[in-house]
Each structure stands twice: as C-alpha cells, then as structure tokens.
C-alpha cells in the first residue's frame, strides 16, 4: 500500500464552468490509524451536479467546501487497513459524505459495509442502491406520489436520477414520459428504461412534443433541469398535480441571476404541490428505499447505465460531462479496480 495519500482541494471558487486551477491534486502523508479508525482505497468516486453547488459560496443545504479544503463527494471504497472489529481487509464500505481522496480514513462507528448481491454489481451502488437511486425513490414516492394511469414527466431523463424515476413510474402503472439531449438517450428511455416516449430537447419543439405524448395533460413533474423546459411542463400540468424539485441544473454555472419560472402562476391555477427536497432529507429512510430498489432490481423491472471514467486525477475534467449532457446514466470515476 502507498505511504502517500492523494486529495482534490479547493484552490479557487469556479466562475461559470470548472476551469483547470479551481482543484489541485495535493499528496500528503497517510498518518498512522487510531483505534476504531478503517483506512479504505477509493474504488468508485461519485459525480454529481451538487458537487458544482458545493464549490461556490453561496447559502445552500450545506456549507460551501472551504478555500483550501478537500472537496466534498462520496464514493465506495475496499478496506485496506482496520482498527475496528467490525471490519477487515478487503470489506466494501460506502464512504458517505466524504472528500476526494485516494485514501480515506473513516470512523468505523456508523460506517456502512455493503452487502454482496447475488447478480448485482458493485456499481448498482452508485446508481439505484445508492444516493441517486434513493433521490429518485423518495422524491417520486414521497412527494410525486404517482398513481397508476397518471403521466410522469422527467426532465434529465437519461441521467442516474431520471433514468430510474420514469422507470419507477413504470412500476407504479404510470405514463412515463422523459426529455433527454440525444436520440441515443431518447432510444435508450423508449427501449431499454421502458419509457413510453422520449422527447429530444435539442431538436425538438418541448412544448408541441408535450402535447403529442402527454394528451391528458401531466400529473407528476420530476424536475431536474428548471428554465425554459420546466416553463413548458409547468404550463401543461394537471389540477392537484405534483412538482418534486430535484434539480435545476440548467442553472448552476450561471454567472448572472437567474429568471424564476414564467409559467409560475400556472402552479397556483392547478393547485399543484411544489416541493424541493434533498436526499440526505432521507437519510433515516434508506435502508426502506435500498430495499426496494434491490427487490426491483432483482426482479429486473430496473435497468441502469454507468457512464465510467477512469482515473482520480480526471474527477474536476469529468464533471462537465453532467453540464454537457454526455453522460448515460450515473457518472462515475474509477479511481482503482473493482474488487473480484
């Protein structure tokens, strides 16, 4: 094992797009392990849009990651040394809410060792059983509360959230329509996820595709994306329909204010019940949720994508495949190799 220890810090807060020379690779030395204390190697590092929000200072769910500071992110990591009796060489943890780092050492209270699925591989973690399989799960169940013979709308459709609510949709006897940036993405919704349309909203009219797939109008909005497209979807939503608000993506590189919604009257017209909600407002709930979702995945009712890149020091370069919208599915770096 190295004696040196590789981490992403915060040099300087982004302006618009993450730019080379707003994270710098530091080494440090790895320090010896207190009792309690695991030492893991990051297999898997998460990327999420958040992880954007996290590097500006502005008043947010969390605080900003400090100048100088690691940055903030989760992961799965293999245990390569335990001063804890719960955990030994080669166990698989979830690394939590943690930091860009090649060698995290983590409190071995609370941490959670993840189970070994018949058929299921490690990267389902990273997708339907892990954070963003639950963002899906809880944002569409909870607050979408979705009834069968309603329409579902998704925006981001064929992202790691996106992908698995229109599929859940599915599950729950519900239209699932998704918008998506590429024909690719829009081919795999229809004819692997399940969907029952797929809308291009790089070469499509949104709102005259809106009309097409969604006749009856829409019952439950999953936003990811805000601007013009969720101004199109407000537009056409149901009375008593539901508004999860996951994301707003289109927005977060933006340097100069954003506009509200111009349709936002449309919300009290219909009655619609708008709710933001972060994941970790689920925390308690988890392990309801990863339940399920492994039930379905078992089952194969779920399919997923990983998008993996691989290599710590691309993890800064490879977040804008979420802004660019290259991405299938959920955006991984491979920092080392998977377990066997």
Excluded at 91 to 100: E, F, I, R, S, Y
Excluded at 164 to 172: F, L, R, T
Aim: aromatic residues 8%; negative net charge.
């Amino acid at each position: 094992m190295s004696e040196m220890n590789q981490t992403w810090v915060l040099r300087q807060r982004p302006v618009g797009d993450i730019k080379e020379g707003d994270l710098d690779l530091v080494e440090t030395p790895l320090e010896p392990l207190k009792d309690g204390e695991v030492r893991a190697k990051t297999v898997y590092l998460s990327l999420d849009p958040t992880n954007r929000i996290w590097m500006s200072d502005v008043d947010a769910y969390l605080p900003p990651v400090g100048i100088g500071d690691a940055m903030r992110g989760g992961g799965l990591a293999v245990v390569v040394e335990s001063k804890h009796d719960g955990f030994q060489q080669g166990d698989v943890v979830n690394t939590g809410l943690g930091t860009w780092t090649m060698y995290p050492t983590l409190q071995g209270e609370g941490l959670a060792k993840l189970p070994i699925l018949p058929g299921v591989p490690l990267t389902a973690y990273m997708g339907p059983l892990g954070a963003t399989g639950m963002t899906a799960y809880f944002g569409l169940m909870d607050i979408g509360k979705p009834q069968a013979g309603e329409t579902v709308v998704v925006s981001a459709a064929a992202g790691a959230v996106g992908s698995m609510v229109g599929q859940i949709a599915k599950i729950q006897g519900c239209r699932a329509v998704g918008i998506a940036g590429s024909d690719d993405k829009c081919k795999w919704l229809t004819e692997t996820a399940g969907f029952d349309a797929a809308i291009n909203y790089k070469t499509e009219d949104v709102g005259a595709a809106l009309d097409k797939h969604c006749p009856d109008g829409i019952d439950v909005n999953f936003e990811n994306v805000g601007g013009q497209i969720m101004d199109e979807v407000i537009a056409r939503l149901n009375d008593f329909s539901r508004m999860p608000l996951c994301g707003l993506i289109s927005t977060y590189n933006a340097t100069d204010p954003v506009p509200g919604p111009y349709n936002f009257s449309n919300l009290l017209m219909r009655r619609t019940l708008m709710k933001g909600f972060i994941v970790i407002d689920y925390f308690p709930r988890f392990p309801e949720g990863i339940q399920q979702m492994a039930q379905w995945l078992m089952e194969g009712k779920l399919k997923f994508e990983t998008d993996v890149v691989k290599g710590f020091e691309n993890a800064p370069s490879s977040l804008s495949r979420l802004f660019e919208g290259k991405n299938l599915g959920k955006l991984v770096v491979e920092c080392s190799p998977p377990p066997a």
